[in-house]
C-alpha cells in the first residue's frame, strides 16, 4: 500500500498563523472526462473522475456519508473551479482507500458541498498510478 500526502496540507503546514488566515485557491481545468471503478474505502464502489488538471482528490459530501468517511472540519480550503465560482470545502478525510484492480492507494479526499461529481482524482492519484 501507498500512502500520499496532500500537497495543500503539506502546503498550509508551512504557513504562520496570520498566513493561514488568506484565501488559498485551487483551480481546475477543463478537459474531456475520463472515468475509473473503484471501492472506496471498502464500503461503496463509486465512479470516479481523473483529472490531471486538479491539484487534489476530492468527494462530495453525500458521496462522502455513503462511503461512511470521517473528514476534519478544520481542514478547509477554497476551490476554484473552471468557471471561476470558489467554494470552501467542508473539510479534509485522511488517509482514505481506494482499491481498484487489486490495487489500493489511500489517499488524502477534500469533501465538498455539491460539486457536479461524486469523486474527483486529481494529480495526487496520478503519482501513484
Excluded at 490531471?52 to 478544520?74: E, T, V
Amino acid at each position: 500500500s501507498w500512502v500520499v500526502g496532500d500537497p495543500i496540507l503539506q502546503y498550509l503546514e508551512t504557513l504562520s498563523e496570520e498566513e493561514r488566515r488568506s484565501r488559498v485557491f485551487v483551480a481546475r481545468e477543463s478537459e474531456t472526462l475520463r472515468v475509473v471503478a473503484t471501492t472506496v474505502n471498502g464500503v461503496r464502489n463509486e465512479e470516479a473522475l481523473l483529472d490531471n488538471g486538479s491539484q487534489i482528490i476530492s468527494m462530495s459530501r453525500d458521496a462522502a456519508i455513503a462511503c461512511q468517511l470521517a473528514w476534519d472540519p478544520d481542514i478547509t480550503i477554497n476551490m476554484q473551479s473552471a468557471n471561476n465560482q470558489v467554494q470552501r470545502t467542508c473539510g479534509l478525510a485522511k488517509d482514505v482507500p481506494f482499491s481498484m484492480g487489486g490495487i489500493t492507494v489511500y489517499l488524502q479526499v477534500h469533501v465538498m458541498e455539491n460539486p457536479a461529481y461524486r469523486v474527483l482524482l486529481g494529480r495526487p492519484f496520478d503519482v501513484l498510478t
